[in-house]
């Protein structure tokens, strides 16, 4: 059984930056990919960005250039960086891991 644990939502300005975290409570972790998805009220959950074990990322083309998928195995974690944010990135975003989710964090963009 994998725990996830997301943090680092909340509401910000359109233009401004956010860094959310992930922290998973297996200690294996790093041979997994990860990815974060997020869905916004009515709309179905999407993929947002993942990252494979070896590091290879893959983006939303509606967040290239804006976003940023990272981890640290050391630390159990993986991170979103996310510049530039715009009214449309509002959602409860979730980090994901094989079959196992996390409960969520809220990012709201006001225009």
């Known amino acids: 059984q994998v725990r996830l644990v997301e943090s680092g939502g909340g509401l910000v300005q359109a233009g401004d930056s956010l860094r959310l975290s992930c922290e998973a409570s297996?200690?294996?972790?790093?041979?997994?990919?990860m990815g974060w998805f997020r869905q916004a009220p009515g709309k179905e959950r999407e993929l947002v960005a993942a990252?494979?074990?070896?590091?290879?990322?893959n983006y939303a083309d509606s967040v290239k250039d804006r976003f940023t998928i990272s981890r640290n195995n050391a630390k159990d974690t993986i991170y979103l960086q996310m510049n530039n944010l715009k009214p449309e990135d509002t959602a409860d975003y979730y980090c994901?891991?094989?079959?196992?989710w996390g409960q969520g964090t809220q990012v709201t963009v006001s225009s």
């Open positions: 297996e200690r294996s972790f790093s041979v997994y990919a």
């Open positions: 990252i494979a074990r070896g590091g290879a990322t």
């Open positions: 994901n891991c094989a079959s196992w």
